[in-house]
């Protein structure tokens, strides 16, 4: 998979749970998120999603990114 270029970068611990053509689905600490391909690296050797900050924001809005 191509490196995309994160703005802003947040690192977040997850796992893969579901791939579709346009996004992923991801076990991030027992929060079940989608995130669109071009919107994210994985590093699957430290189970590491790296996502520009807007995007945790607006995945995790409890959370203080």
Do not use: H
Request: charged share 30%; with cysteine; glycine share 4%.
């Amino acid at each position: 998979m191509k490196k995309n270029e994160i703005q802003d970068p947040v690192i977040i611990q997850a796992v893969p749970a579901l791939m579709s053509g346009k996004a992923t689905k991801f076990n991030c600490e027992g929060d079940l998120v989608w995130m669109p391909n071009s919107q994210f690296n994985y590093d699957a050797e430290k189970e590491e999603l790296e996502i520009p900050r807007w995007l945790a924001r607006e995945k995790f809005p409890n959370e203080n990114f």
